[in-house]
């Protein structure tokens, strides 16, 4: 039977042996770990952890809503502050930190605990099997850790500040430090491809990794990176395994959530969030009316994504996941299909770039309407996917990972404004390109027990 469960979830929110009280619960300060292929299979299959409570804040930072000040006067303090991008504000409070160490300490245990059942018993299919799928989920926690904790990787840099700490024990006495951002990409990057050589091409569930996931968030990471000949390679590997895509024209646009999961083809790995609901709901979130604007005659995402609200504004419905108000943050085919075309156009391969993109918005559009892109320059075309990513890819926790890389390019950068009314007078902040507010504060609890560096402010 598994054990001590209740000592991993202790050990994530602690993540450091200063604090006496916490080992109190077992004297050597270890983790009793599953002590079978069924219970670690039950681990890794608990999607309520594995699956669930990934970063919210990638979504509340972003450019993509905006609230009223009755809505915003309503939340917490904190919540206000995280709203206008206060850089100053206590994370302590949110789950982002503590909810995505407490799965790196559960793919550890998995990890530690299949090591054992080897060298007791032999490797089999199953302990193999699960050993990638742990090596993913390990690997795509870190990377959502780091989108919001360390600095942008620079490709024309060192990238010796400081990362986010790297965790591949699970033991609670086991001091840790920040890594560089170098050692902290390398440490993702390896754990997802030692993942490949042991995931299926496809698996029984979409809440279980396999090949084409890997190979989706290897191609995710590296454009982050801004290392497109890399994303490329490896999108394109997701690509040729799984190229589904979702025809809008045969989905019920006018439905309350018109996006199925048992139905949504195009869903790779299914993980999601749901700590955005703190503002992104239907009654409380506004879309952005410029995006909004963006949305041609005929693109069936403007009916599928929005609907109008009382207000005037419109309100986001188009949810992945199938349920508001939790926020799709796993990996889909139409993601592999813009990362395609934007490395294609950015290597110069401007047809190819272009003919990606129009397969995807084949099946955006009224057929009726829609007319394939004509001859675009190199520039052209990049501004036209960059854009279309932006549309397609709503609320999927991808956009402030978006912002941090571009605001390196002078044609993309974009300060970030919000106004806040209080009735009188218009209340204005301002997130410029480039600010150290694109590196959240990490929680101080962590902080204090460990006595690492804190993010410059």
């Known amino acids: 039977m598994m054990k001590s469960l209740y000592i991993l979830m202790l050990a994530a929110i602690v993540l450091n042996t200063g604090c006496e009280k916490f080992l109190d619960q077992k004297s050597d300060g270890s983790l009793s770990i599953p002590e079978n292929e069924k219970d670690i299979r039950a681990l890794l299959d608990n999607d309520g952890l594995m699956n669930s409570a990934f970063p919210g804040l990638n979504d509340l930072f972003s450019d993509e809503y905006f609230i009223d000040y009755t809505v915003w006067k309503s939340r917490s303090e904190l919540d206000q502050r995280f709203y206008v991008w206060d850089g100053d504000v206590s994370t302590f409070q949110n789950s982002s930190w503590f909810s995505s160490y407490k799965a790196v300490m559960i793919s550890n245990v998995v990890l530690e605990s299949i090591e054992k059942q080897i060298k007791d018993h032999g490797t089999t299919y199953n302990l193999n099997l699960m050993k990638g799928e742990a090596l993913f989920s390990r690997a795509m926690r870190h990377f959502t850790v780091s989108q919001l904790y360390c600095a942008p990787y620079d490709p024309n840099g060192d990238n010796r500040s400081a990362g986010i700490p790297i965790r591949t024990s699970s033991d609670i006495n086991e001091t840790f430090q920040r890594n560089t951002v170098e050692d902290t990409y390398t440490s993702i990057l390896d754990d997802l491809k030692a993942s490949l050589e042991l995931l299926p091409v496809h698996s029984e569930t979409i809440t279980r990794p396999n090949k084409v996931a890997a190979f989706a968030l290897l191609a995710r990471v590296y454009l982050s990176m801004e290392k497109y000949a890399e994303a490329l390679k490896f999108a ?54 410029l995006l909004l604007s963006q949305y041609q005659q005929g693109d069936l995402r403007r009916e599928a994504f929005f609907e109008e609200k009382s207000n005037g504004y419109s309100a986001f419905k188009g949810f992945y996941s199938g349920l508001e108000p939790t926020l799709f943050c796993g990996l889909a085919t139409d993601e592999l299909y813009l990362i395609i075309a934007e490395c294609e156009t950015r290597r110069g391969n ?38 279309e990513r932006r549309k397609e890819l709503l609320f999927r926790g991808v956009r402030w990972s978006d912002l941090r890389r571009l605001n390196r390019d002078p044609r993309f950068r974009k300060d970030l404004k919000r106004r806040v009314f209080d009735g009188a007078s218009w209340e204005e902040y301002e997130l410029p390109a480039g600010d150290l507010r694109y590196v959240s504060a990490i929680p101080d609890q962590v902080i204090e027990l460990s006595g690492m560096q804190q993010n410059p402010r």
């Open 236 to 289: 394109k590997e997701a690509y040729s395994l799984n190229n589904k895509l979702l025809n809008y024209n045969t989905i019920d646009l006018s439905a309350v959530n018109p996006f199925e999961v048992s139905k949504n083809v195009e869903i790779i790995y299914f993980a999601k969030n749901v700590s955005s609901a703190t503002y992104i709901t239907k009654s409380r979130s506004n879309m952005d009316t």
């Open 350 to 387: 401007v047809a190819r770039g272009m003919e990606i993109l129009n397969l995807l918005l084949a099946h955006r559009y009224d057929p009726n309407i829609f007319e394939p892109m004509g001859q675009l320059d190199q520039d052209q075309l990049l501004d036209t996917v960059l854009a």
